[in-house]
């Protein structure tokens, strides 16, 4: 029964999008409701796995054998896909209603849902592989998509470089994928995650490595981080579903998969550890000064992935992927209540010129208030249920101290930037031109931002008591350990609120280096895009006509033979050239002999 | 002695004489360059064939084939003068040392 359901699942979509009746209006209203009723039989293997906790290996179509390398098609069911699914319809099914109401006035939107819908396709896939061909395949469909998506609107040039910026950082990440195929085929002869764990080889650091880039390069870590941010020119409902709940969830989420074999490995726990912690201060650096409100959810969602690496890093998966699930609603709360602030203010996104919302548009304030709260780790809201557990056992395991320090401090940043949001955004004086109408009253808007602040306040609490812990969490703990994410939290609020506060008064007359730093991204971008292209065309260039044409075709052989010819021709001879003089005297020496001779 | 190997013979030393004494231009000087390769060639055909020793008659093509290297090196020197000094005329060959 737990088999066939999930299989179902995974048809329903794919059947609507078989029928290709998109010319018609109600393709889109179709396509809500088969996420509705998938989310809706989603949860029938997962309630039956959470009474039972029987996993289940699903193995049905064998596609091919190449020499000792069986390839078939096969879903594994655990705790983490059966967990996964079901959110992710919902998320999607919200998402699908919201931008029904956002992309009204899109003539494409029938494409727009269908893509929408791929995309999800492509995601389940990913989350529910069980070998890593499967995987890799959803990967590759969560990227592509990915790119369709966010050069949505392609008209718009700084669409298209977002979008292809976002393929090439996911293509380096890629690199690293094949590599970890390519090293389980040679060593293991197998795809099937099964297989892998159970001979549990003793020199993976190779593997892993790769893995780790595959991940930095889907989630966003440091070093292939500006995709992210450049990623907010594709419409909201996008930003909400790909680059907050999901898509950028798949790195974290194959890292947790091979969570086995990264218990044994410390090598890659601790770079994973500096790795997140890196990525989690820069970008929380980078989401304090900026001015475009979806740019600083975004760098949010980049510093929240960086915690979860964090977690893996300090050997809690399960953690991590709590976080990771409620992540996903509060997240795309927050963007989806941000894009209703968008379209609203009629296409404003600079929160210097938003205000006074917390009066006119009452439930998408309420929703970013307590968006915000989950997600800097409130008590017994949702993000407290993860975050929370994840700060004390990082306080209390033997790991790094400034990776633990920095991963505090951004923390704090967490609650700073959030602060700024809706300091900026909902309180104080309208800054927006006066004309625009604020209107909230479309239930497609609402209620999906209903629901998930309903996740949001619920979620955590819900998946924390149902599932079992696979880890001891450390019960005891000093009591300034206990209460460290929240007085971090607390600090980053208080300061956050004066500075906001002083801005009535205060004004600089220059930007300081430190504030320029935190708006342009760190400058990276500024870098790295200019750097390195201009560093490889200069070298082939210099390859093909210098080295090539000029030096060993022309000037190896041909020139240097003259030149050196000519210095010594020039040094040794003394001949003064008078040929008739030595013609005629060789002329007289051979009459001479002759007549002798003779 | 054959009456005409002495004509050969004496036709090679007329064009051996005519390459040593000339009087202004180069090129007279290599062409009698070749009229000397061009005895040389006809005496040789000539031996070859009234010895009746079939094997040396190879000698008189691979005569033809350095004769033609060396006239091509013979014309690549003259137009390096001639690009030089603008005529060919011996006198200047002992000018504009390099």
């Keep these: ?598 | 002695m054959p009456y005409i190997y002495i004509n050969i013979i004496l036709a090679f030393v007329i064009s051996l004489i005519g390459t040593l004494i000339y009087r202004s231009h180069l090129i007279s000087s290599l062409l009698c360059l070749e009229g000397m390769i061009l005895s040389l060639f006809t005496l040789n055909a000539l031996l070859s064939l009234n010895i009746n020793f079939a094997l040396s008659t190879i000698v008189p093509l691979i005569l033809l084939v350095f004769a033609a290297c060396e006239a091509a090196v013979g014309l690549a020197l003259l137009i390096i003068i001639s690009n030089t000094y603008g005529l060919d005329y011996v006198q200047n060959l002992n000018l504009l040392q390099c």
Aim: hydrophobic share 50%; aromatic share 12%; with cysteine.
């Design chain 1, 1 to 598: 029964t737990l088999m066939l359901t999930s299989l179902i699942i995974l048809t329903l979509p794919i059947i609507t999008t078989l029928l290709q009746n998109n010319k018609t209006n109600c393709f889109l209203y179709i396509t809500k409701t088969a996420v509705t009723y998938a989310f809706a039989i989603s949860l029938i293997p997962t309630l039956l796995f959470i009474q039972s906790n029987q996993e289940a290996y699903i193995s049905n179509w064998h596609w091919m054998t190449i020499h000792t390398l069986k390839l078939s098609m096969s879903f594994k069911l655990d705790f983490f896909s059966l967990t996964f699914m079901p959110i992710a319809l919902f998320i999607t099914w919200s998402i699908m209603e919201f931008s029904l109401w956002y992309m009204h006035s899109d003539p494409h939107i029938n494409r727009f849902f269908k893509y929408l819908l791929l995309f999800l396709i492509t995601m389940l896939i990913l989350v529910s592989a069980n070998n890593l061909l499967q995987l890799f395949m959803g990967w590759e469909g969560v990227g592509i998509m990915s790119f369709l998506l966010i050069s949505w609107w392609h008209g718009r040039t700084d669409a298209n470089t977002a979008a292809l910026q976002a393929m090439l950082y996911n293509r380096i990440g890629d690199m690293g994928f094949i590599m970890m195929m390519a090293w389980f085929t040679i060593h293991l002869n197998s795809w099937e995650f099964q297989q892998i764990f159970l001979t549990n080889p003793k020199n993976t650091t190779l593997p892993l490595l790769g893995l780790l880039l595959a991940s930095a390069g889907k989630s966003a870590q440091f070093g292939l981080h500006p995709w992210l941010p450049s990623a907010m020119e594709g419409p909201t409902p996008v930003s909400a579903l790909l680059h907050s709940s999901t898509m950028v969830m798949a790195g974290v989420f194959t890292l947790i998969r091979f969570y086995p074999l990264m218990e044994n490995n410390l090598t890659i726990q601790t770079s994973t550890l500096c790795l997140g912690a890196i990525t989690t201060l820069f970008t929380a650096i980078c989401a304090l000064t900026q001015n475009d409100i979806k740019k600083i959810i975004a760098l949010s969602t980049s510093s929240q992935l960086g915690l979860m690496m964090v977690t893996i890093g300090i050997n809690q998966p399960h953690l991590a992927f709590i976080h990771m699930c409620t992540h996903a609603f509060f997240k795309a709360m927050l963007f989806l209540s941000s894009g209703s602030i968008i379209h609203n203010l009629n296409n404003e996104q600079d929160i210097r010129k938003m205000g006074g919302l917390y009066k006119t548009m009452p439930i998408t304030s309420t929703a970013i208030i307590i968006g915000s709260l989950a997600l800097t780790g409130m008590p017994f809201l949702t993000g407290f249920y993860s975050k929370d557990p994840i700060i004390e056992t990082a306080n209390m395991s033997y790991i790094n101290t400034w990776a633990l320090l920095i991963t505090l401090i951004a923390v704090s940043m967490t609650a700073s930037y959030s602060t700024r949001i809706i300091f900026f955004a909902l309180l104080g004086q309208p800054r927006y031109p006066p004309l625009t109408q604020v209107n909230e009253n479309n239930p497609y808007l609402v209620n999906p931002i209903k629901r998930l602040i309903l996740g949001s306040i619920f979620m955590g609490f819900l998946i924390s008591m149902n599932t079992i812990p696979h880890t001891t969490p450390q019960m005891t703990m000093p009591p300034h350990l206990k209460f460290m994410a929240l007085a971090v939290t607390l600090l980053g609020f208080t300061v956050a609120t004066e500075l906001n506060n002083m801005t009535h008064n205060l004004m600089f007359k220059q930007p300081s280096r430190m504030h320029t730093f935190s708006t342009m991204l760190g400058y990276y971008p500024t870098t790295t895009h200019r750097i390195l292209p201009y560093l490889s065309l200069t070298m082939s260039q210099n390859l093909a006509t210098t080295i090539m044409d000029s030096i060993w075709l022309e000037k190896m052989i041909p020139k240097n033979l003259t030149t050196m010819q000519k210095t010594a021709a020039s040094l040794v001879s003394n001949q003064k050239g008078l040929m008739k003089l030595y013609f005629l005297s060789f002329l007289l020496s051979i009459t001479l002999g002759l007549l002798i001779a003779l």
